[in-house]
């Protein structure tokens, strides 16, 4: 074999072996790939998001709608905090996201900090709450409300089930307000642990009140009582009601 034969040869494995090398590379990169990876690979539209994985890029969503927040006296040194949250997203939940309230008093000074983690159903309006933050003596006047972390879209995997709310009724009465209301499973599915939560308005609209409750179960197309309480008299300044189910476990 001449010299320019031996040359020749020597350059043809050199490429044959760059080839394999970048097959190799390319194949060990997608075989490792994952929606979790950090990396855009795949089908990926997005780092971890888009194609074939479940998370939906951000880009392509709306945000999140903080409506309002506040703190609710439940009696002395003790509050209830809510904070009603919006997704405009049609067809789209994010679930265990993290946020914070924060209370503050008269002066401006952090009062309190509690944290938490919520799921955000698709197109919907829900409150957040956290219910007995003590504050000592000291009397809050102002709350915030954000989230500590951006969502992580996902379609929804399943259509929920369109509770009703029936018979509602508030009375105060011996230092207490009443609230009943029956909740419908309309559903061919027996449901259980239910969370269900209650918000008043006066009649500017303002929210007055709210208290957090939670059924055992409703059977299948079936209807359950449920009570809320506080522990002050304040059903005559009472204008509106929302009766809001949170979550739920559908048995199949």
């Known amino acids: ?13 050199v490429i044959f072996l760059i080839i394999i090398l970048l097959f ?11 929606c979790d ?8 539209e997005g780092i971890d998001c888009g194609g074939s994985c479940p998370n939906i890029c951000s880009f392509s969503t709306e ?34 996201i993290s946020y914070v309230f924060k209370l503050y008093d008269e002066t401006g000074l952090l009062v309190y900090e509690r944290k938490g983690f919520a799921d955000i159903p698709a197109q919907r309006i829900i ?11 000291r009397e809050v006047k102002r709350t915030t ?26 009375k105060s009465q011996n230092g207490f307000t009443n609230l009943q209301a029956d909740l419908y499973n309309p559903s061919v599915y027996k449901i259980e642990k239910i969370k269900v939560m ?13 208290s957090k409750t939670e059924l055992d179960f409703v059977n299948k197309d079936s209807k359950e009582k449920m009570v809320f ?24």
């Open 24 to 34: 190799v590379l390319i194949f060990v990169d997608l075989k490792g790939a994952t």
């Open 63 to 96: 945000e999140l709608i903080i409506k309002w927040s506040r703190a609710f006296l439940v009696k002395d040194g003790i509050y209830n905090a809510v904070a009603y949250v919006e997704n405009p997203n049609v067809g789209l939940e994010t679930k265990q």
């Open 1 to 13: 074999m001449s010299w320019s034969e031996r040359k020749k040869t020597k350059y043809i494995l």
């Open 127 to 137: 409150p957040i709450f956290e219910e007995t933050i003590q504050t000592g003596n």
């Open 198 to 210: 209650s918000v008043l308005f006066d009649t500017d609209g303002n929210a007055l009140n709210s």
């Open 229 to 252: 309480t506080w522990p002050s008299e304040f059903a005559d300044s009472v204008a509106k009601i929302e009766i809001i189910p949170l979550d739920y476990l559908i048995l199949k």
């Open 145 to 170: 409300f954000e989230f500590a972390s951006l969502p992580k879209w996902e379609k929804i995997k399943e259509e929920p089930i369109n509770l009703g709310v029936e018979n509602i009724s508030i």
């Open 37 to 44: 990876d950090g990396k855009r690979n795949q089908d990926e």
